[in-house]
């Protein structure tokens, strides 16, 4: 069973610090990867979405893809309290285009 | 781009009535979309695979007959639920993939229907 595991947090941070949300998945396959934001009664939003090992950067936020040890991880520079939401790490294995999501990490950012 | 809209927004209904929900990709085609149910404070939980032209795809425990997909065209995909009750009360959210082009892979939220059933 293809499984994306997410510490559930709270992530306290505060603002204007770096906020590291991290994320691991079991199908060595696995090929597309995807953070997604999501505030309280809302729907998930796209972040960022990454393919290949390496780091992708769009504005303040940075994915990293690492294949090898199995994980993916976003980092948010300059904090802010509207950061403050659940980040959804999804993967999709070789071949699917159905995704398996995490169950999330609650971001805190305090001023 | 990517714009996903969901209609209606939120719905309270009488125990065993049916309530109908529209998704639409409004600036792309999507020949997949995605059903999700919610409860409050939890992960989001996939129902069904709806694809474009065929019979949609339902996740292990999801009652086929109780939540009715449909996926006429590749802009519309509606779910209904019947005979709705109490427990059926959710955050309902669709979601849309694309399927070609530098965002490959990728779904787009609707903004999600809260159904309420007294």
């Known amino acids: 069973q293809k499984e994306v595991e997410q510490n559930s947090g709270p992530l306290s941070v505060p603002e204007g610090a770096i906020a590291s949300l991290n994320c691991t998945y079991s199908?060595?396959?696995?090929?597309?990867f995807f953070w997604y934001r999501q505030y309280s009664g809302k729907s998930p939003e796209l972040i960022m979405s990454?393919?290949?090992?390496g780091d992708k950067e769009d504005g303040r936020f940075t994915a990293q893809l690492n294949k090898a040890s199995q994980y993916v991880s976003l980092l948010i520079r300059d904090s802010q309290p509207s950061d403050s939401a659940t980040y959804l790490c999804a993967v999709n294995a070789r071949g699917s285009y159905i995704p398996t999501f995490g169950r999330g990490t609650s971001l805190i950012v305090h001023p | 781009g990517a714009v996903v809209s969901q209609h209606p927004s939120r719905v309270i209904c009488k125990s065993g009535t049916s309530v109908k929900i529209e998704c639409r990709s409004l600036?792309?085609?999507?020949?997949?979309m995605f059903w999700y149910r919610q409860f409050p404070k939890q992960s989001l939980m996939l129902m069904a695979t709806?694809?474009?032209?065929?019979?949609?795809?339902?996740e292990q425990g999801v009652e086929k007959d109780k939540f009715l997909i449909n996926h006429a065209s590749l802009t519309l995909s509606t779910l209904t639920v019947t005979s709705a009750h109490p427990e059926d009360s959710s955050f309902y959210i669709c979601?849309?993939?694309?399927?070609?082009?530098?965002?490959?892979?990728?779904?787009?939220f609707g903004p999600g229907t809260r159904l309420t059933v007294l």
């Open positions: 199908d060595r396959g696995s090929q597309s």
């Open positions: 990454i393919y290949s090992n």
């Open positions: 709806s694809n474009e032209g065929s019979k949609a795809t339902y």
């Open positions: 979601s849309a993939r694309v399927r070609s082009g530098p965002s490959y892979n990728e779904q787009f």
């Open positions: 600036d792309f085609q999507a020949t997949t």
